[in-house]
DNA sequence: CCGTATCCTCATCGATACTG
DNA sequence: CAGTATCGATGAGGATACGG
């Protein structure tokens, strides 16, 4: 179908942009704990297992900083810190799951692979047939 | 619509696995070279501007282990290796694809909202009013 | 409650040099 | 041509302590 895509073609740089924005290791989370309604600091940080203090503030500004997610500040006693996903956060589900059915529908065959990969490195992967070291599962 | 996602549900959790196989630096690159036709080692090498052979082996690696590309070796002299993807390697693309036209869609609005934010970094922020401190653009 | 400031560790990645 | 081996720099991220 498609001709190879050049890598610094504007698919590939975009693709890249959002694995940058949305591939570090909380970004994710928030946005789909945020899907629903929004939630408070602290409130996040329960929910969003093992995740630090530094990180949640440190991703949620990153966040806020690119329009994806507003932060506001009720002046109670103790203060209170609401975050939400902006419209443009919202939009931004769809295609994350997308990417989630993928995984889903694939996990197993992946998982396979990997068994089957690392089973012939542990055998030092000798009998390549006529110069052809492919792995075969199934 | 959703009520909130747990970042323990298999969405979540699928959503990051993906992320871990394809957020690092050069896998998407790879995958979109090999989005086309199979590719020799060092012409994934001269094509994908800044990467260094060790990376190229550990990233092609990796992808041959999660079944997504297949390593073959042609004993030619000098001997030459040829990368494909596997099938579940091209179904890898339409996600990606999705997620690459969310970025061309919204890196505009993206822009905006960082110039907008570092803007009012700069002014140190003061005038919230009555207790609001968000982001406010266009 | 909601952060910021420090320190420290570990993984990632580039550069370089060397083999079949 | 297609790798492997080694080293060093950089930065992401956790732990902890403190401030508004």
Partial sequence: MSPTLDPASEGCVAA???????GDKWSIYIVMMLSGEPMRF???KRSIDGISQRMLTLTLRSLERDGLVTRTVFPTVPQSVEYRLTALGLTLLAPVKTLAEWAQANAEDIQN???AFDAISINSEGNATAGVTRVRFG
Avoid: E, K, S, T
Avoid at 16 to 22: F, G, M, P
């Fill in 42 to 44: 602290n409130q996040l």
């Fill in 16 to 22: 890249r942009q959002v694995l940058d924005r949305v």
């Fill in 113 to 115: 692979a990997r068994f």
